[in-house]
């Protein structure tokens, strides 16, 4: 069992920035893919991102790509989403999730969820 909590979130003006973080425990992540995912308000959890843990390979979604970072920090089991130039269309609760069998964009594919936390960008 992977044990996913997500920190971080809170309002923002657009055009600015924030970062909400994940932190693991329970398994060894050498293995594993961590992700990102965003639940906008009336609509399915969408992927944001996702990053291997060994070799940092990323893989971004469309719709962030260029103002979202993923990053992740082995000492601290700790994945970091960083995000700029955030716009309402952002506002979303962000969720961390985990699997083990390699990069993929849906949600049901990733057996590990953090409780989600929300990012709100005010106009």
């Known amino acids: 069992q992977v044990q996913l909590v997500e920190s971080g979130g809170g309002l923002v003006q657009a055009g600015g920035s924030l970062s909400v973080s994940c932190v693991a425990s329970?398994?060894?992540?050498?293995?594993?893919?961590m992700g990102w995912f965003r639940r906008l308000p009336g609509k399915e959890r969408e992927f944001v991102g996702a990053?291997?843990?060994?070799?940092?390979?990323?893989d971004y979604a469309d719709s962030v790509k260029g103002r979202f970072t993923i990053s992740r920090d082995i000492a601290k089991n700790t994945v970091t989403l960083q995000m700029n130039i955030l716009n309402p269309e952002d506002t979303a609760v962000y969720y961390c999730?985990?699997?083990?069998?390699?990069?993929?964009?849906?949600?049901?594919?990733?057996?590990?969820w953090g409780q989600g936390t929300q990012v709100t960008v005010l106009s």
């Open positions: 990053i291997r843990w060994r070799g940092a390979t990323i």
């Open positions: 329970g398994r060894t992540l050498d293995n594993y893919y």
């Open positions: 999730a985990a699997r083990t069998e390699g990069f993929s964009r849906r949600r049901s594919d990733y057996a590990y």
